[in-house]
């Protein structure tokens, strides 16, 4: 079992930055890849970036790639999102989830994930 938390949201005018914190809890982090998703309302559930057990390998999707950048901390149990150059329609509530295979499957998809936090609020308005 893994317990995740997410904070670091809130309001942001555009052109700022934020970054998203999850922490974990439960099982040993090392041995879950880890990802970030975002719903907007009335939209499906979007998937945003992806990191591998060690850090080494991360992937994020066209449309934040440049200015997003999935990280981890093992040690601290820790994983992050750094936002930079938002704008308005990155507004959505950013999620984050931890899979053992996500990699191996497709870390993508949301069904590759097994535990999921509860969320953050991110709003980009001026």
């Known amino acids: 079992q893994v317990q995740l938390v997410e904070s670091g949201g809130g309001l942001v005018q555009p052109g700022g930055s934020l970054r998203l914190s999850c922490a974990a809890s439960?099982?040993?982090?090392?041995?879950?890849?880890l990802g970030w998703f975002r719903q907007a309302p009335g939209k499906e559930r979007e998937w945003l970036s992806c990191?591998?057990?060690?850090?080494?390998?991360?992937f994020h999707t066209d449309s934040v790639k440049g200015r997003f950048t999935i990280s981890r901390d093992n040690p601290k149990d820790m994983v992050y999102l750094q936002m930079n150059s938002l704008r308005p329609e990155d507004t959505a509530v950013y999620y984050c989830a931890a899979g053992r295979r996500a990699f191996a499957r497709s870390c993508m998809r949301q069904d590759s994930y097994e535990y999921w936090g509860q969320g953050t609020q991110v709003t980009v308005s001026a």
């Open positions: 439960g099982d040993i982090l090392d041995y879950y890849e």
């Open positions: 990191i591998s057990t060690t850090g080494s390998s991360t």
